[in-house]
């Protein structure tokens, strides 16, 4: 059975690009020996991610990353069964350039993502339109083709 969690966090002071690719490449390399995929945003020093598969391999990768002094405030927002993994195999990165400002400007974009104005649900939905790697992708949802 597939689980799915969400999380938001907030880099801790100091972290620079080059730590967050660093963060990147170690837990794309753990994630794949765990069957683990999802995705993770950086936005304004803050955190967005995504983790998708088997439960006991999410609740121990969990773990580590709450114990990770590289981010605080960390701000737990879902764990729900996954029908399906939403991003691909690996682990989507988006930030800098690679986040379209119109997705962020589509879910009204506000710093920390709090949960007032992104509730689980948005939260996932934004990541889908910001991560996921379908038709239409770092488009804004208007822009979806059928
Ligand atoms: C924002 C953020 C996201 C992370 N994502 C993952 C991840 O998806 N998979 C993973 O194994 N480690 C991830 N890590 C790293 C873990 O926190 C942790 O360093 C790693 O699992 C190794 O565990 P250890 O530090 O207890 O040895 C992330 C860290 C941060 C700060």
């Known amino acids: 059975m597939l689980e799915r969690i969400l999380y938001v966090s907030r880099a801790a002071p100091g972290t620079e690009l080059s730590d967050i690719f660093r963060i990147v490449s170690e ?3 753990r994630n794949a020996a765990a069957d683990i995929s ?3 945003v950086f936005v304004d020093g803050w955190f967005v991610q995504v983790l998708e598969g088997p439960a006991p391999a999410i609740c121990a ?3 580590h990353i709450l114990a990770d002094p590289r981010h605080v405030d960390i701000s737990f927002r879902a764990r ?4 399906c993994r939403l991003f691909g195999d690996g682990l989507v990165l988006r930030t800098g350039p690679k986040l379209s400002p119109e997705v962020l400007r589509e879910f009204d ?5 709090p949960v007032e104005t992104f509730p689980a649900d948005v939260l996932l939905e934004f990541m889908v339109w910001a991560c996921g790697s ?3 992708a770092g488009a804004a949802p208007q822009s979806i083709a059928v």
Do not use: K
């Open 27 to 29: 837990a794309r390399a």
């Open 38 to 40: 999802g995705a993770l």
């Open 61 to 63: 990768t969990y773990a």
């Open 80 to 83: 729900e069964r996954a029908l």
């Open 109 to 113: 974009y506000s710093f920390g993502f």
């Open 134 to 136: 379908g038709r239409g």
